[in-house]
């Protein structure tokens, strides 16, 4: 049974840019869910796929945008980047929208110059 | 709206000494909790949960929270920490229904001493 995965691990993109995270749900898992952990916070909640629906979305600009695809994999791209979005990103995988435990990725930490 | 507080940001302790990790939270409706530990350059690994039944819950190594419905509180202790033991700590929170997005905490640095 294999883990979340997320890639890449590390990135650096310039103030305005464009970048996609991705991430491979646990097997069987059909939910997923991104969180941003800013240096020195706890992860916050940006958003939830749930069968490839956006299934609730945390307190972030429509920059933050994600997909679910079929296989249940899910990529977080943001738009017109800042330097305030460098941060650990965090994809977490579960089962339903079930509440007994999520698993988290390494995280992808992207830096914004 | 739920919240979480975690009051101590870090917390130094001798090996082989007890150690609490103190979580409060606040919710308008009913809640799950759980413990996270994250390792340098890792990502979250769940440390214990509480989501219905006995309010005293146990991880595999030797961790342990109690919920305290009263108090707000889910509190992490060990009677022993071990040099491995040091790492991040998140509380967090979810409601029982919805979403289930969790609510962190900022997190607390367990340093343990040799």
């Known amino acids: 049974e294999t883990g979340v995965t997320q890639s890449p691990t590390h990135l650096i993109k310039t103030r305005g840019q464009q970048v996609t995270l991705r991430c491979s749900s646990q097997?069987?898992?059909?939910?997923v869910s991104w969180y941003q952990q800013a240096l020195g916070q706890g992860p916050q909640f940006i958003f939830q796929?749930?069968?490839?629906?956006?299934?609730g979305r945390g307190n972030f600009p429509p920059r933050f945008s994600g997909l679910q695809f079929p296989n249940y994999s899910s990529e977080l791209n943001v738009n017109a980047l800042e330097l305030d979005d460098s941060a650990l990103y965090l994809c977490?995988?579960?089962?339903?929208?079930?509440?007994?435990?999520?698993?988290f990725g390494q995280g992808t930490r992207l830096t914004v110059v | 709206a739920q919240s979480v507080t975690q009051l101590d940001s870090q917390v130094p302790v001798f090996e082989e000494a007890p150690v609490e990790l103190r979580c409060n939270y606040s919710?308008?409706?009913?809640?799950?909790l759980f413990w996270y530990v994250q390792y340098p350059n890792q990502g979250l690994q769940l440390l214990l949960k509480?989501?219905?039944?006995?309010?005293l819950v146990e991880s595999i190594n030797g961790f342990e929270a109690e919920f305290n419905k009263s108090q707000t509180s889910f509190h992490l202790r060990k009677p022993s920490v071990h040099i491995s033991d040091t790492a991040e700590y998140f509380c967090?929170?979810?409601?029982?229904?919805?979403?289930?997005?969790?609510?962190f905490g900022t997190g607390t640095r367990l340093k343990v001493l040799a």
């Open positions: 977490a995988s579960s089962l339903e929208t079930g509440v007994g435990e999520a698993f």
């Open positions: 097997s069987g898992h059909n939910t």
């Open positions: 796929y749930y069968r490839e629906e956006e299934n």
């Open positions: 919710s308008s409706v009913s809640v799950y």
């Open positions: 509480y989501l219905s039944g006995s309010t």
């Open positions: 967090a929170v979810t409601s029982t229904s919805g979403t289930y997005k969790y609510i």
